[in-house]
């Protein structure tokens, strides 16, 4: 049975993720920052929890020295953002650091164990690695950033065995887009500009990441595939 790693797995498209490979048969270790994000999380078979800091590298450590085996790891943890606040350097940095360092902090720490099995990294990308987001310019550039991390690992790592992917979602139904998904004017712009006309499920998410870790998908390395209802193609 494959095993998962899965920061931020504990809510939004992180957990819709995990729920997609539990139901494939996969192993998960769905990764939290806090206690309470740990125990609002229903038991399910095959899954383990794990309090993680993604910036802080004894939080890692911690977390990778209770795994034995890794097939996959899926960097969900990173999609903080602070709106017009990000203008304000501490605020841009702290984005970053979960965002993006974050990011690299888990890849490189998990890259021995994914090297022993021959795994695949699934990292989480955004349609704000295409496109500018005037109100938050440290999310955007994070993004960015992850996208471009994905192919410099893609291409370090490959003689390795180790794919190195990202997916970038479109706008998604979870809690950090709640306030959008509920006012009525916003919502009706980003489904005008959607050409399936739907706000993204968590689950959606999922199928995606399945893909990308399947041997179906095993010569797709230094991809970011956009998981948007058509949004990046207007």
Sequence with gaps: MPHALITGGTSGIGAGVARTLLAAGYRVTAAGLTEAELSAVPPADNLTLCQLDVTNDRSIA????????LDALINCAG???RGGAEYQIENFSRVIDVNLTGTMRMCVAAKPLL???GGSIVNT???????GGPMVPAYTASKGGVAQLTKALATAWA???VRVNAIAPGWVETELTRNLVEDESRSAGI??????KRWG????IGGAVLFLLSQQAGFVT???LPVDGGYAAC
């Design 62 to 69: 911690a977390c990778l020295e209770a795994i034995e085996e």
């Design 79 to 81: 999609m903080i953002m």
């Design 115 to 117: 090297a022993r099995s």
């Design 125 to 131: 990308a955004s349609m704000l690695s295409f496109f």
């Design 159 to 161: 003689e390795e065995g």
């Design 191 to 196: 489904l005008a500009r959607t050409p399936m």
């Design 201 to 204: 499920k968590p689950d959606d």
């Design 222 to 224: 230094g991809a970011v």
